[in-house]
């Protein structure tokens, strides 16, 4: 069913109309023109999409509208004002992109992991990590930039 | 206020006439066409761009644009390409601002990506465009200056005079370049006066990556855009019957459904025209998740397809065969081919006798699934028909391959089609079949309205193109001194061979058989990163390895063995390699990794090489296993791929190829049951994660000024080989089917 939502996303507010089951996802993309956040899968499967929710690294497409009231959601665009987060620093850093469609969610569960784990030993790297997939196979490198993005 | 200037643009063809040792004289054939220069914003004070060459373009300020002119998917050719151009035009890397060109057969005249043929193909043909620009700004100069050019010199941008110490920007000699007739001849750098080849540079497009830019054509929207998606049969081998669309029309934001027909009946085949189903339903609506849910409510019928014919392009007709295959009766098929007698495509002297006569005989049997892409960027593009007019953004590797089909399908001519190219979340070959394009166009045209058409991960995953399933068989014959005098490969697959009967060993024994043989099937397949290669060197490298314990061989040395008696001694005219680098690779690779140095004789390692897209890669792997975990401690790749433009790239590419092979060889694999996929998205499709990925990669060059050959595809391959021959170590067992990590539980 449609109803009126607001949503605040990267501090602030924004009202929409949508399907009460429409994945945040599709609220981003469709709706608000913001597409840094990506699709891969849609079943919680690759973490293409993810974005923090109150902190938290979450996976946009499991997420309905309908359970974001009272919520702060940030995303890619919102992570930083000038692209200068110490985690995409570190990811131009040691040159980690290839394609780049899996880096936004990369970029966001690497900045979640150190904000609750401000020092992580390779296997919390590994196992924190393990939700986003990357065809290009970039995973050394990733470990490398969340490395250095934990010196800063 | 707009600035205009009746500059001619310059629109450019480059042919390479002819090559001589030492500068190379390269002729260039130009064409012209009026086009307004380019201007930025309001007021004059903002630089104004000359287009000195299609690929070039300076502005007051010097600041220099370079276009790089391949579609990119992540192999890094933004960064790459324009650095050939920048060596030869002088100027410093920093100042480059680098833009995606769109597909202008006009203006560049290569834009293909694939075969791992960027680099290659690019390295005079781009270097010549550098250079031609730098020579037009140095004789604006000298005419600007009343000076001769040779008393003239470049560099960082700028144009100097040493003897009355005059020195300016390009930017000021710009507008006047512009209007100059492009030079006939131009020499080029010697490699040994390089400053930016072979210096490693980040990624240009990096800084817009990490933020999340619209850059793919997933991504790209305007106003009164629609979205569509198709629906197609649930298996290979069914089609539609019909479809009842009553209640799907019903649902929020749907705008229409129909079905459409990718190709006519009449339609000639061109070789990258597959596509899994040829008639689909549209769905379009006004946001992705709208058509989603509409897709739910649709009514089709599917029926069994009866045997179809497709007319080639070449005038050769294709049989696709009828019926609801199963991986299961593919396995078993594979075998029973095995037994028949196969196409002989090389042999080399008395196979038959050597192995009649031999003491000892070791067979094996390799097989491997159909691979999906999984390209992380799922299928999509955006179209706008109008009029007689298409307009696409699209994710495709090689647009030269699909305009001629989409003209025919179409009915327009090649002029009123233009794509703006997209960058794509991946390729890997599928991106070189645009049928997808065609789609959307008939897509936009039916509902008049600019669309993107989008295919869901599950789309994409099962009806898709994929690699195809393979099996080789090799014979090893031995004399009662374990000599090898004899070897057999043969091969086939479902449906088409792996089989490259004139690469290693073949040239190195002199009793050589290579046998190969098909399984037509309705499923469709695609190039997928060094097809054919990827399986090859899996089955090969692991049967070398095998071999070479049983001759009580160190197995790198037995390649070596071999390869040196390819080099002094070739059997037969037509091996497609070279021997020299094969056993560079080789080397570096034993040296790098310290290969049967005491301090690793405990790890589990493997060694592995292969030639392929005119490269040469070796690598080792260092592995664990406990239970059904596999733990990849390094993995040590050598290539020679001839001069590296861009180092930090190409380690990138090459560590990437590892993760890459390293999962397809221990998870991949798209199994099918009565035609249906059995895998649908990644929580069936088992993808390499972050804790399976090596915890170190090492990647090493060898140094040498042969001109550059492929990178993207050929780390890939001998991976498969390595994986197989370290797991080997660790179990004891040997791996011949693949996944393997199926056979560790
Ligand atoms: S798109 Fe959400 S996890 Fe894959
Ligand atoms: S960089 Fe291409 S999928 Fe990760």
Known sequence: MIKKYSVKINQKVHQVEADENMPLLWVLRDILGMEGTKYGCGVGSCGACTVHLNGQAVRSCQLPISALAGTEITTIEGLSAKGDHPVQKAWIAEDVAQCGYCQSGQIMSAAALLKNNPNPTEEDIENFMTGNICRCGTYTRIKKAIQLAATK | MKKTDSNLSRRSFLKVSSLSGGGMMLGISWFASAKPVESLGELNIEPVWQEVTSFVKIASDNSIKIFSPNPEFGQNVMTSLPMLIAEELDVDWKQVEVEQGNYDPKAFPRQFTGGSQGIRMAWKQLRTVGSAARQMILTA????????????????????????????????????????????????????????????????????????????????????????????????????????????????????????????DDHKFAG??????????????????????????????????????????????????????????????????????????????????????????????????????????????????????????????????????????????????????????????????????????????????????????????????????????????????????????????????????????????????????????????????????????????????????????????????????????????????????????????????????????????????????????AQVIDLRVKGDQVTVDQVTTALDCGVVVNPEGAKNMAEGAAIDGIGNALFGQLTLTEGRTDQRNFDTYRMIRHNEAPKKIDVHFVKNEIDPTGLGEPPFPPIFGAVANALYKATGKRFYQQPFAKQLS
């Open chain 2, 141 to 264: 100069a000298s005419q600007a200056w009343n000076l001769p050019v040779t008393e003239l010199t470049t560099a960082n941008g700028m144009v100097t005079h040493a003897f009355s110490g005059k020195s300016e920007t390009y930017g000021i000699f710009a507008a006047a370049a512009a209007k100059l007739p492009v030079p006939k001849d131009i020499v080029l750098k010697g490699n040994q006066s390089f400053r930016l080849i072979g210096t490693p540079q980040k990624n240009v497009v990096a800084p817009k990556i990490v933020q999340g830019k619209p850059l793919f054509g997933m991504d790209y929207r305007e106003a009164g855009m629609l979205y569509a998606m198709t629906e197609r049969p649930p298996a290979f081998g069914m089609q539609l019957k019909s479809f009842d669309a009553t209640a799907a029309k019903k649902m929020p934001g749907i705008v229409d459904i129909f079905q459409i027909k990718v190709y006519n």
């Open chain 2, 272 to 617: 990258f025209d597959t596509r899994a189903f040829n008639e689909v339903i549209a769905i379009v609506g006004k946001s992705t998740w709208d058509v989603m849910n509409a897709r739910k409510k649709l009514k089709a019928v599917w029926e069994v397809a009866p045997e179809k014919k497709e007319m080639g392009q070449n005038g050769q007709e294709r049989t696709i065969p009828a019926g609801l295959e199963s991986t299961k009766k593919h396995y078993a098929q594979m075998l029973e081919m095995d037994k028949k007698p196969g196409k002989i495509e090389r042999r080399d002297g008395d196979p038959e006798k050597a192995f009649a006569e031999a003491k000892h005989v070791i067979e094996r049997t390799f097989t491997a699934p159909f691979l999906a892409h999984n390209i992380m960027e799922p299928t999509n593009t955006f179209a706008h028909f109008v009029g007689d007019k298409v307009r696409f953004v699209a994710p495709i590797q090689i647009p030269d391959f699909m305009v001629p089909s989409m003209v025919a399908r179409l009915g327009i001519p090649k002029e009123n089609i233009s794509i703006e190219l997209a960058r794509m979340g991946g390729g890997f070959g599928r991106r070189a079949y645009g049928h997808y394009m065609i789609e959307a166009a008939l897509i936009s045209k039916q509902v008049n309205a600019p669309i993107k058409l989008i295919y869901t991960r599950e789309d994409d995953v099962s009806g898709g193109t994929y690699r195809p399933m393979y099996q080789l068989t090799y014979r090893a014959a031995f004399d009662e001194n374990k000599k090898l005098i004899a070897f057999h490969a043969k091969g086939g697959g479902v449906p088409e061979s792996p089989l490259h009967a004139n690469r290693f060993p073949a040239g190195a024994i002199d009793n050589y058989l290579a046998e190969s043989w098909v399984i037509p099937s309705n499923i469709t397949i695609a190039a997928f990163r060094a097809p054919r290669s990827n399986f090859n060197a899996a089955a090969e490298q692991s049967f070398l390895d095998e071999i070479s314990e049983y001759m009580g061989k160190d197995p790198i040395a037995f390649r070596l063995e071999l390869l040196q008696r390819a080099k002094d001694n070739p059997v037969g005219k037509t091996n497609d390699y070279d021997a020299s680098r094969y056993m560079g690779v080789l080397e570096l690779v034993r040296e790098k990794s310290g290969w049967g140095k005491p301090e690793n004789a405990g790890k589990k390692r493997g060694v592995s090489a292969y030639f392929c897209h005119n490269s040469y890669a």
